[in-house]
């Protein structure tokens, strides 16, 4: 997988549409859950783009201190469903927690991961952090990695 990393500002209106495209195929249909993805976030983020074939298949969102916590944190966190179950996730939070680190001179991340994943971000080091609680009608974990 080949990955860019861009702030808002300079993704183009194409890889815009496609980052765009791809969290509204997972989280709004797949998830069958109306939300409103656009939160005003992005413009403050990095976004970290993974393709294959010249095809955008993974995307993170990378925010700095003060956005959503406190700490640095990652989201909007997706994959194209064709791919799943081939370590294209685990790739992709890989890099995203080191430009988290590099990016952002931090040693703590903060997620908010949806319930169902929890072994997962576990399996790359986070810690659960209280009980779970509702997010767009998903069961969400607080989850923390510290350097």
Do not use: W
């Amino acid at each position: 997988m080949e990955f860019i990393l861009k702030h808002f500002q300079n993704l183009s209106t194409e890889e815009l549409y496609d980052v765009l495209q791809l969290r509204a195929a997972i989280f709004v249909v797949e998830q069958n859950c109306a939300y409103n993805d656009l939160d005003d976030k992005d413009r403050n983020g990095l976004h970290l783009l993974g393709y294959e074939n010249n095809k955008l298949i993974a995307y993170a969102r990378i925010l700095p201190q003060g956005i959503s916590y406190k700490e640095a944190s990652i989201g909007r966190v997706v994959v194209d469903k064709k791919l799943r179950g081939k370590s294209v996730g685990k790739e992709l939070m890989l890099k995203a927690i080191e430009l988290t680190y590099n990016s952002f001179n931090t040693d703590k991340i903060i997620i908010s991961g949806q319930q169902y994943l929890e072994k997962f971000y576990n399996d790359l080091g986070f810690v659960t952090e209280g009980e779970p609680y509702m997010e767009d009608f998903i069961p969400h974990l607080k989850m923390s990695l510290t350097r």
